[in-house]
């Protein structure tokens, strides 16, 4: 969904609902954006590719205090509407991990 005119910022939030799996392609102005989802009962990992010249805001379904890393390293994130908020991501390809072990 854009948040800026021309797709310049990008909300992204998967919303599972009983799914283990899911991903998809949307064509924006500055390029696709790609994004997928798995999760088993211990984690919840998101690959998402942001055009060049984007960037994103993205929610992960979590809990409260949940671990939560961005391309391997730990992250702080906003909590509201039972999302982890992670705000500004930068284009390229990015993998989002709730949950499971530490890198």
Avoid: M, N, Y
């Amino acid at each position: 969904e854009p948040l800026e005119p021309g797709f310049a910022k990008i909300l992204i939030r998967p919303r599972p609902c009983g799914l283990a799996s899911a991903g998809g392609r949307i064509p924006t102005a500055k390029g696709p954006v790609l994004a997928g989802f798995s999760r088993t009962a211990k984690e919840f990992l998101l690959t998402v590719d942001v055009p060049a010249r984007a960037t994103a805001r993205i929610g992960v379904p979590a809990a409260p205090g949940a671990q939560i890393t961005l391309d391997g390293k730990p992250v702080r994130a906003t909590a509201a509407d039972g999302c982890a908020w992670i705000d500004p991501v930068g284009a390229g390809e990015h993998r989002i991990l709730v949950g499971g072990d530490a890198p």
